[in-house]
């Protein structure tokens, strides 16, 4: 205890203990922030602290412009896709056929010849029976309106490629095959008409059967001017897209169908019937 009081009154001769109690109390009374502070001892400066601010109305207004932002998105997706697919739309796409001259079986395989009948004593032989199976290949554009009530318009144009065939003959029940001696060759033409279209399970269905136009040829090869209709078309199918202005079809499954080709009016009436399979596909983009 001596050493301790003794020790105090060392520091209080040296006069230590004044000048720390004498040190300036360096802080801001109520209301009041510090501004600077000075290292060399002098007083503080201390600046009015403003009052609380109120943020409810800055927080209501950020709720309000985030539930307009969100609105504002709905309505632009809104106006980007198309509520249904009445209107019209423009289409391409390939096709490639093959044609039997004497139709197909029910396994969709092109009919064979039967055997050539025995020439009669005394009569000519018979012309020895063939079939003829031949390929083409298309690429078509045109545009398809979608009526409201189920049915459309059809305008299409084709660009056709024909190429040589070949030549199916039976003798003795053996069936053999020989190149015809056609040329390739290249043509053009159009077509029109109506269809009817609905929506199953969310799949586009296409019936062009409902009244299918009669087209011209009209370039190429030794028929322009002639008449083209196809009957008993296989069904068209696509599956919608999420905003409805791409549509993409196809054939719904491969069946035969029958090209009709007519000679023009003013010439001797022919009419050629030619059963084929065919494969096409469709991009529709609407306008």
Not at 9 to 29: S, T, Y
Not at 183 to 208: C, E, Y
Request: glycine share 10%; hydrophobic share 40%; proline share 9%.
């Amino acid at each position: 205890m001596i050493f301790r009081q003794c020790v105090f009154c060392v520091l209080a001769a040296a006069g230590f203990v004044d000048f720390v109690q004498a040190q300036p109390v360096r802080g801001c009374p109520d209301g009041q922030a510090v501004n600077s502070l000075h290292p060399n001892g002098t007083p503080v400066q201390c600046i009015p602290v403003p009052p609380l601010v109120n943020l409810a109305p800055l927080e209501l207004a950020i709720v309000q412009e985030t539930a307009e932002r969100k609105q504002a998105d709905a309505d632009i997706r809104a106006s980007i896709n198309e509520a249904s697919i009445v209107g019209r739309y423009a289409f391409s796409g390939t096709q490639a056929c093959f044609n039997s001259s004497r139709g197909f079986n029910a396994d969709l395989t092109p009919v064979m010849p039967p055997l050539a009948a025995p020439p009669l004593p005394g009569q000519p032989g018979q012309p020895t029976p063939i079939t003829f199976v031949s390929q083409g290949a298309s690429t078509v554009t045109g545009f398809r309106t979608f009526n409201a009530d189920r049915t459309g318009t059809l305008e299409l144009n084709a660009i056709n490629l024909g190429f040589p065939g070949i030549v199916y003959t039976n003798f003795n029940g053996n069936i053999s095959a020989s190149v015809s001696s056609g040329v390739p060759n290249a043509s053009t033409s159009t077509q029109g008409g109506t269809f009817q279209w609905d929506i199953v399970d969310g799949k586009l269905i296409i019936d062009d059967n409902a009244g299918l136009a009669g087209g011209t040829v009209t370039s190429g090869g030794n028929r322009v001017g002639w008449s083209v209709t196809i009957r008993d078309l296989p069904r068209q199918v696509g599956v919608l897209g999420k905003d409805l202005k791409t549509l993409t079809v196809t054939n719904e499954a491969p069946g035969v169908e029958v090209s009709v080709l007519s000679s023009p009016p003013g010439e001797p009436l022919q009419v050629l019937e030619t059963p084929r399979i065919c494969v096409r596909d469709r991009v529709l983009r609407k306008l």
